[in-house]
Structure formats: C-alpha cells, structure tokens
C-alpha cells in the first residue's frame, strides 16, 4: 500500500472527512484524495460518500491492504490470491533490495516444506513469507525459526487452539491418541526458513509460515496427521490472526536473546522421548531443553547430544 493511500485509510478510520477537508490535510490535491479512495473501493474497502464526507463503513476479510490496516508491525503486504511458493516470491524480492516485506497467498500452488517436500496450500489457509535482513551473524539464523514457531502458537492459541512447538518448525495440537496419531498430535502449522549471507553476517532472510486455517483435514494429504483450525475452533478471522502473527514475530525479531525463554513456554518437545535424524546420525532419548540460537539438547542416557539441525519425532510414551 502506497503512502498516500496509507494516509487517506488513517484518517478514515477516524471518522468521517469530507474530501477537501482531507485534502489539505494531507498536502495533496482533491483528485489524488479520490484516487487514493477509489483504490481502496478496489480493494475491498467500504467507503461510503455521505453527507460529512468519506466514511469508512467495512473492512476486505483478507487480502495485502486488509493486514496492512491496522497492523502493528512496519511491514509491506504484497498479496496473491494463488502463487506457486511464498517462499520463492519473498526470495525475488529479495534479489530486489526489498526488506520488510510479506508474501501472503490465499493457497499455493507448489508449497514446499523442509527438504523440498509437498506442502499442501489450499485456498482458506494462511501461507505467508516474511523477508528480512537482520544485522545478525548467519549462526543465528535458527533463532528466527523459533520466533515463527512461537508467533505462530501464540497467534493460534489466541484462537483458542490448543497449539504446542514441536523442534524445531511444526505447530502443534494435542488430541486423542489412534492409529493415524500414536503421540496424539496432529500438525497444525510448519516453518521453512531460507537465508542468504555472508561469513559475517545475513545478507537476506526470508521465514516461511503455513498455517492450516479455514481447511478442511481431509484436503490436506495422507502421511502426518493434520489438523486444521476450522477442525480445532472452527473458522477464524484470518485478517486479524494474520496481524497477530506478523506482530508477535515483529516483538521476538527485536529481542532475539529472549526467543529461547518464549519458546519453552510453548514447547511440546521438551520433556518426551525424541529420535532425532541428524545428518550425522539418529539420536534417541529425552529432550532436555533447546539452547541459543535454537539447538536441541538431547539426553540420551549416556550424556547430552546438542542436535542443531534434524528431522525430529515425537515417540510414544513408554
């Protein structure tokens, strides 16, 4: 959203003002001020023409400029009713200069998850993609998985779901244990983070969040038992879970010594029995509790492993 069209929605959602009136309030001609309305009626936008001036009467459901109203985190939306990768549009933006920004889609058409597997993206989820560029060394990276996953929970349990992180980028809901769920959980939300930088430093970081919103279970595919949050509370108002969201990532990203504290208190993890696949192998035992900048210490009965990166599964209780 352009910074005039900003301006014009601030001041309507004060109350009504007549167009001249806002006009001179903001420096720019009559025309522009209509201009800058008709594109917000484009938008989806209600602003009614009455006898005080514009009225701002609704607000679009979903969509780039509805997150953007309201938000309390300085980021651009750019919207897509469908795109193959939020991911893979965050990181053109990218190669762009851009920062700050959010892809945001109503599905995807070739979502990805960790180790470029399928990510189903129909249309009523939330799969976002925020893109930053953090004055922080590369080795912190992880640190901004974990502010996603906890965003995220927070932003989900907000909607009354009963979400839990499970290390180090799935989203959790405790249920009913059966054949397709032995540990009772069932994936809610997934994290993949994507960067680019120097020995030194982040060059660009794009963190990507798929949320199974307003979907039903059964679109999504066989394999992991998932959930939905229309299955767990019913259908939310994914303009506002979407702000909630981008607003707690936006509060953890500026106090990234604090993530780890803010994720044990969402943690699913820690405290069961884990296999971790590592690239150097699996590691079996109870997961103690995760260090800076997101490693998982694992105890496995002969001493403590720190696993940083891995594919981890929640075992059954004994």
């Given at each position: 959203m352009n910074e005039t069209r900003r301006r014009v929605l601030d001041a309507l959602a004060e109350g009504p003002v007549a167009g001249p009136a806002l006009a001179d309030r903001l420096g720019v001609s009559r025309a522009a001020v209509w201009k800058q309305v008709e594109a917000l009626r484009e938008a989806g936008f209600e602003v009614a023409s009455t006898e005080e001036g514009y009225e701002l009467r609704g607000v679009p459901e979903f969509g780039g400029a509805a997150v953007e109203y309201g938000l309390e985190a300085p980021f651009e939306v750019e919207y897509h009713d469908a795109v193959p990768s939020t991911n893979d549009r965050a990181r053109e933006l990218a190669a762009e200069g851009r920062e700050d920004v959010v892809v945001l889609a109503d599905a995807q058409t070739g979502g990805r998850g960790r180790l470029d597997r399928e990510w189903a993206s129909p249309s009523g989820g939330v799969w976002l993609s925020i893109l930053v560029r953090p004055?922080?060394?590369?080795?912190?990276?992880?640190?901004?998985?974990?502010?996603?996953?906890?965003?995220?929970?927070?932003?989900?349990?907000?909607?009354?779901?009963?979400?839990?992180?499970?290390?180090?980028?799935d989203v959790l809901v405790a249920?009913?244990?059966?054949?397709?769920?032995?540990?009772?959980?069932?994936?809610?939300?997934?994290?993949?983070?994507?960067?680019e930088g120097e020995a030194d430093r982040i060059s660009w970081l794009v963190v990507g969040v798929g949320v199974n919103a307003n979907v039903d279970p059964d679109d999504l595919p066989p394999g992991q038992p998932a959930t939905s949050l229309r299955a767990e509370v019913g259908d939310v108002d994914r303009r506002l879970f979407t702000?909630?969201?981008?607003?707690?990532?936006?509060?953890?990203?500026?106090?990234?010594?604090?993530?780890?504290?803010?994720?044990?208190?969402?943690?699913?993890?820690?405290?069961?029995?884990?296999?971790?696949?590592?690239?150097?192998?699996?590691?079996?035992?109870?997961?103690?509790?995760?260090?800076?900048?997101?490693?998982?210490?694992?105890?496995?009965?002969?001493?403590?492993?720190?696993?940083?990166a891995g594919d981890c599964e929640h075992l059954r209780p004994l």
């Open positions: 004055d922080v060394p590369p080795a912190h990276a992880p640190a901004f998985t974990l502010a996603a996953a906890v965003a995220t929970a927070r932003a989900a349990r907000e909607a009354g779901a009963d979400a839990v992180i499970k290390w180090p980028n249920g009913d244990s059966g054949d397709d769920a032995p540990t009772g959980e069932r994936k809610l939300a997934g994290i993949l983070t994507e960067m702000q909630r969201l981008l607003e707690e990532f936006h509060e953890l990203r500026g106090d990234l010594a604090g993530v780890v504290d803010a994720w044990r208190e969402h943690a699913g993890t820690l405290g069961r029995q884990v296999r971790v696949e590592t690239p150097g192998g699996e590691v079996v035992g109870e997961a103690v509790d995760v260090r800076f900048p997101g490693a998982l210490v694992v105890d496995t009965g002969e001493g403590r492993e720190e696993v940083t």
